[in-house]
């Protein structure tokens, strides 16, 4: 999906005038390659509607312009469809609160990320403040409750299950008793996601939220499935009220536009991305990051482009050099810091990272943030140069962490924090290689 919409994009971009036929090629072209991901066709029309009236083609100068503007009302667009803010009220939105009992259940087919996914919720919510506890419900596949109480133990969160019990509704309603009993907030039900016998699964899954009513269910997709997308989402919905996606896999090859239709089948919206098979490779979902990397813009370009104008000249390419490679090390963070901090309004730069505005940078607390990024940078300072070069902090043991604590002058527990938000932030650039050549020479920027 993401490559046939840029190369469409590519096309506009090629051809020097634009005109009223180019302008439908481009279209139809991005159409065609919407409905191939099975994205409702309702959705697509309105998006062509829609961009025909922002873009009033007379009314414009020649050239550029006209490109920006229908490249802008495309992305408009898609970020629209996948915006959660757009169709359903936001105050309808269910988010798991302290002091409040919710049960969360996770549907999906087999092998979509469902368990994996369950204790980075679990893990996600627990580190907020959250009394979790996982309820294996899926007592079709053998080993399904092993795995559960594996990922549960690693994120010493409390499960339950049983290796004798056939009857998954049993289980899943003595689970959530349990739990209740525990004063637990936030009840996560996994479930079995069978192939080939799928009416009896979707009979289960509607027998489940029946007997354990909900507060939410999140159906559970694998990015890589693409054009499958709508019909399993659909089916989902259909016995059970989906209310949420999480789209898995997105480290994968898969740019994620099966999402598109998920949304639209279910009439919900993607809440987070699964980026690998670790606890913490899991993000809050962003809209507009998403829809970069689905129209094969780099995320990163925008960003580039501002660093380029920080960093001096001479240390340009070593920095590209560095970063087309891959290799994300402490170093780069500190280089990458220091020019943010000089450069001004530092969340409109850290916005266009995924994960950054909403984590590092929550909105109005940039002040907040800034400091965190200056306390960041103390702590650097007290690293070997062997640490900030390497890009495995597995060097950084706990007496290490203690050192670089005193050295600096800050808590341990801080100086984990700042380790924390390197590997999050070195496993996003991963995702992001950027290419080789000259910086300015990077993908269309919006
Ligand atoms: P389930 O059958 O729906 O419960 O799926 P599992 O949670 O058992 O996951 C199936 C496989 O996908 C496992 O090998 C997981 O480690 C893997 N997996 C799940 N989520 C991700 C992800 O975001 N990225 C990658 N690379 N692998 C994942
Ligand atoms: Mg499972």
């Known amino acids: 999906l993401g490559g046939s919409i840029s190369r469409a994009l590519q096309n506009m971009s090629n051809s020097t005038v634009i005109d009223e036929a180019v302008f439908h090629d481009c279209l139809n072209e991005i159409n065609r390659a919407l409905l191939q991901a099975d994205v409702q066709f309702e959705l697509i029309r309105n998006m062509h509607a829609n961009i025909k009236n922002i873009v009033n083609l007379d009314g414009l100068a020649a050239g550029h312009s006209k490109r920006k503007i229908i490249q802008q009302a495309v992305f408009d667009e898609l970020c629209k469809m996948l915006d959660p803010t757009t169709g359903i009220k936001s105050s309808s939105f269910f988010f798991p609160k302290k002091g409040k009992t919710s049960v969360v259940m996770f549907v999906g087919l087999q092998g979509s990320g469902k368990t994996t996914t369950c204790t980075k919720y679990a893990h996600y919510y627990q580190k907020k403040g959250l009394k979790p506890g996982l309820v294996c419900a899926d007592t079709f596949r053998a080993g ?21 019990e056939s009857d998954p509704v049993k289980i899943a309603v ?10 637990c907030d936030l009840i996560i039900l996994d479930t079995s996601g069978r192939h080939k016998q799928e009416a009896a699964l979707f009979e289960e899954m509607r027998q489940l939220s029946e007997a354990t009513k909900p507060d939410l269910v999140i159906f559970v997709m694998d990015s890589s499935i693409g054009q499958a997308a709508f019909g399993q989402a ?18 994968g090859h898969a740019k994620g536009g099966g999402s598109l239709s998920a949304v639209a089948a279910t009439k919900s919206h993607v809440i987070f991305l699964g980026t690998g098979e670790h606890m913490d490779e899991f993000e809050v979902f962003e809209v507009r990051p998403f829809v970069r990397r689905l129209l094969g813009m780099g995320d990163l370009s925008g960003l580039m482009d501002r660093i380029h104008k920080a960093v001096p000249v001479d240390q340009q390419a070593e920095l590209h050099q560095k970063l087309s490679e891959g290799n994300f090390t402490l170093r780069i963070m500190y280089d990458q810091f220091h020019s943010l901090l000089k450069m001004g309004p530092i969340n409109e730069v850290f916005s266009m990272l995924p994960g950054f505005s909403a984590e590092l940078m929550p909105k109005g607390r940039e002040k907040e943030s800034q400091m965190k990024v200056k306390r960041y940078m103390t702590m650097m300072d007290s690293m070997t140069n062997e640490e900030l070069d390497s890009s495995s902090p ?9 050192r670089i604590a005193r050295g600096s002058g800050y808590q341990v527990r801080e100086v984990l924090e700042m380790v924390e938000e390197y590997k999050r932030l070195a496993n996003i650039w991963k995702r992001f290689k950027m290419p080789k050549g000259n910086m300015s020479a990077l993908s269309p920027q919006i």
Not at 147 to 156: D, I, Y
Not at 174 to 183: I, T
Not at 394 to 402: A, Q, W
């Open 234 to 251: 659909q089916a989902f919905k259909q016995s059970v009220a989906v209310g949420a996606v999480i789209i898995t896999k997105m480290d």
């Open 394 to 402: 597995k060097l950084m043991n706990e007496s290490r962490m203690m």
């Open 174 to 183: 003595e689970g959530v008793e349990r739990f209740k009993e525990e004063n």
């Open 144 to 164: 399904a409750f092993d795995q559960l109480k594996q990922n549960a133990t690693k994120a010493k969160i409390p499960f339950y299950g049983s290796y004798m």
